[in-house]
């Protein structure tokens, strides 16, 4: 990336999220997002600094940022490893990495009560991670869109029901989705490789090698 296109997330105030996880008296949290309908039970484990977003294969601003790693102790869905940061730590167990890069909308705590909202996040640096985050799906949109199109394609020929105006229009989109359309593709392969490896020697959350 270009150093005109980073930025670091400095969190200084009490209520902020990493200070805020490193300060907390309760060591096992819950963490909600609720647009993926996603609780990860968590255990505290430690803190980690200068950590850097990696949107790859798509071309993104970086973004520095703390965080904060949780021994994940409640089920784990295939589909939370496209949202969340998880992966093995130490080959010991599975752990979440919790910043403001992939912000909670809320956090709770054993008794069920919230503790912690995203309102506490400075409004600059929500807009930040959203904009990064709306950019990042409409590029992931274009790119199945992509291959929406190369699919009805191929069908019209097959079936030989195509015209020649509705060839052309489609060659057209392709055509114009096609670098986003690569890109997609290597994401969708690298995200089902890492998904595999990570769930090959996972037993109850933990790894057996």
């Known amino acids: 990336m270009q150093d005109d296109t980073f930025v670091f997330l400095d969190e200084f105030s009490d209520t902020e999220l990493y200070v805020f996880l490193n300060r907390c008296k309760e060591k096992i949290l819950k963490f909600i997002w609720k647009e993926q309908k996603i609780e990860i039970i968590g255990k505290y484990q430690e803190q980690l600094e200068s950590c850097y977003s990696d949107e790859e294969p798509f071309d993104l601003p970086e973004i520095g940022y703390d965080s904060v790693v949780y021994k994940v102790l409640s089920k784990v869905e295939e589909?939370?490893?496209?949202?969340?940061?998880?992966?093995?730590?130490?080959?010991?167990?599975?752990?979440?990495?919790?910043?403001?890069?992939?912000?909670?909308?809320?956090?709770?705590?054993?008794?069920?009560?919230?503790?912690?909202?995203?309102?506490?996040?400075?409004?600059?640096?929500?807009?930040?991670?959203?904009?990064?985050?709306?950019?990042?799906?409409?590029?992931?949109?274009?790119?199945?869109?992509?291959?929406?199109?190369?699919?009805?394609?191929?069908?019209?020929?097959?079936?030989?029901?195509?015209?020649?105006?509705?060839?052309?229009?489609?060659?057209?989109?392709?055509?114009?989705?096609?670098?986003?359309?690569?890109?997609?593709?290597?994401?969708?392969?690298?995200?089902?490789?890492?998904?595999?490896?990570?769930r090959k020697y996972l037993v109850n959350n933990e790894y057996t090698y």
Request: proline share 2%; no cysteine; net charge negative.
């Open 79 to 198: 589909e939370y490893f496209e949202w969340l940061y998880l992966y093995n730590w130490n080959d010991e167990y599975l752990a979440i990495e919790i910043s403001i890069y992939n912000y909670p909308d809320e956090i709770r705590n054993l008794d069920n009560e919230i503790i912690w909202t995203k309102e506490n996040i400075k409004k600059e640096h929500i807009d930040i991670i959203n904009e990064k985050n709306k950019e990042l799906e409409e590029l992931k949109r274009r790119g199945r869109e992509y291959f929406k199109y190369l699919d009805e394609l191929e069908i019209l020929r097959r079936e030989k029901m195509n015209t020649p105006k509705r060839e052309k229009e489609l060659i057209k989109k392709i055509e114009e989705r096609e670098e986003v359309g690569i890109k997609y593709a290597k994401y969708k392969r690298n995200l089902k490789e890492w998904i595999k490896f990570m």
